[in-house]
């Protein structure tokens, strides 16, 4: 199952954020306070140090170009970068400088890390103790309100999900009843005519319709047919 970026960049967070010395911090969405619109995903101050995360290269070659000269963290003062590029499968189709691609396996407890000149396994140990990591409380109002909006914006991802799923349901409703009608006119048109063999084609026609729009009403009222 592919995690959305935001909740990766969220576990990279917490984790980091234990791991450093008391006198470096690390800061979420950096950009507007430096007067530009580009926005890195974490940077730590002391160091200047820029860190990015991908979902399986998505846009990497722009997000590449951010940090030349001239691109929108150019105004951000950075003496180092690196881009963590979280992927599904190990395969790359370019290799750009500073740049980890980091694969990890089904039920996270080794990630492979790839990058421009070596290869190598990461395994996890043991679970971190969540208990016993450093986090401010405005920190971790942050984090919920992080969570809460991911599972609003989820809820109305569903909804909308939904919406056009009964709106397409709709749709072809309508083009069901509107192809009966017109079959069944059709078929008194040719039984009229005394064409029987044709009009018994239509009638199969017109069984196969009803059928697909009587199953689909049933469906629709959450019935199996």
Not at 111 to 125: E, G, Q, T
Not at 176 to 196: C, H, N, P, S, T
Request: aromatic share 10%.
């Amino acid at each position: 199952m592919r995690l959305l970026e935001r909740v990766w960049q969220m576990e990279f967070y917490r984790a980091i954020y234990s791991c450093l010395p008391d006198e470096m911090h690390i800061s979420p969405d950096v950009g507007r306070m430096f007067a530009t619109d580009g926005v890195v995903d974490f940077y730590i101050s002391e160091l200047q140090w820029a860190i990015e995360l991908l979902i399986d290269g998505i846009d990497m070659k722009r997000h590449h170009e951010r940090f030349q000269d001239g691109g929108r963290y150019s105004s951000i003062p950075i003496k180092d970068y690196i881009i963590l590029d979280i992927r599904e499968t190990r395969t790359v189709i370019k290799a750009y400088p500073n740049t980890w691609h980091i694969i990890p396996n089904t039920d996270f407890t080794s990630f492979s890390i790839i990058k421009s000149d070596a290869s190598f396994n990461v395994p996890v140990k043991k679970v971190l103790n969540r208990s016993n990591m450093r986090i401010s409380s405005q920190e971790h109002e942050a984090l919920e309100y992080e969570m809460k909006s991911l599972k609003h914006k989820q809820n109305n991802d569903d909804k909308l999900r939904e919406s056009k799923k009964r709106q397409n349901r709709r749709d072809l409703v309508e083009s069901l009843e509107k192809l009966i009608d017109f079959l069944q006119k059709r078929e008194r048109y040719l039984m009229e005519r005394g064409a029987v063999e044709e009009a018994r084609e239509i009638q199969c026609e017109l069984d196969q319709a009803s059928g697909e729009l009587t199953k689909l009403l049933y469906e629709s009222l959450g019935r199996k047919f």
